[in-house]
T-cell receptor, first 111, second 113 residues
Framework: AQSVSQHNHHVILSEAASLELGCNYS??????LFWYVQYPGQHLQLLLK??????LVKGIKGFEAEFIKSKFSFNLRKPSVQWSDTAEYFC?????????FGAGTTVTVRA | NAGVTQTPKFQVLKTGQSMTLQCAQD?????MSWYRQDPGMGLRLIHY???????DQGEVPNGYNVSRSTTEDFPLRLLSAAPSQTSVYFC????????????FGQGTRLTVV
């Protein structure tokens, strides 16, 4: 079955630590990839997206992600997290107009 | 701009009741969709529409109906609510293109007792 897999369910970090969240997808062919963030009590917001070109994409708030086609992966990174990065993070893939999400990773940053 | 507006924000239903979750967008987006969000399962696509008059089923369509009579509105109907439909529901819209982001409403938290 086609799916989007996120490796971690819950990540707990201290401020200034580095963050990496894994995402793998199983769709073949051309796909467009996204990372969305959901802060507590809020709706989803776009962090970054990859459609084509440079596989290293930069998003808002210091986040970046790397698309590795051979590994079907689109991992999210941030070199130094802040308490305000506490949120749930979703990887998503769009194929034939359907946007499919991973199960999400809850990130808790301790001050 | 209002973006994507969902109503109501909260709702409690009794098993067997019906109701409609409203979704409206003012961005002239062709594509609209409904998701439900459950802990540990991410967002699952219920129904989607690529334009007025056109709807299709997503991953978890059972128990839900949709229609798209206008570009702006995409209501989701629960025909006979069940406790398994307790969830947070999000409506989203985007341009009819693969290379575009989706904009989400604030969500509706539905509890079925």
């Amino acid at each position: 079955a086609q799916s989007v897999s996120q490796h971690n369910h819950h990540v707990i970090l201290s401020e200034a630590a580095s963050l990496e969240l894994g995402c793998n997808y199983s769709y073949g062919g051309t796909v467009n990839l996204f990372w969305y963030v959901q802060y507590p009590g809020q709706h989803l917001q776009l962090l970054l997206k990859y459609f084509s070109g440079d596989p290293l994409v930069k998003g808002i708030k210091g986040f970046e992600a790397e698309f590795i086609k051979s590994k079907f992966s689109f991992n999210l990174r941030k070199p130094s997290v802040q308490w305000s990065d506490t949120a749930e993070y979703f990887c998503a893939v769009i194929k034939y107009y359907k946007l499919s999400f991973g199960a999400g990773t809850t990130v808790t940053v301790r001050a | 701009n209002a973006g994507v507006t969902q109503t109501p924000k909260f709702q409690v239903l009794k098993t067997g009741q019906s109701m409609t979750l409203q979704c409206a967008q003012d961005m002239n987006h062709e594509y609209m969709s409904w998701y439900r969000q459950d802990p540990g399962m991410g967002l699952r696509l219920i129904h989607y529409s690529v334009g007025a008059g056109i709807t299709d089923q997503g991953e978890v369509p059972n128990g839900y109906n949709v229609s798209r009579s206008t570009t702006e509105d995409f209501p989701l109907r629960l025909l006979s609510a069940a406790p398994s439909q307790t969830s947070v529901y999000f409506c989203a819209s985007s341009r009819r293109s693969q290379d575009t982001e989706a904009f989400f409403g604030q969500g509706t938290r539905l509890t079925v007792v």
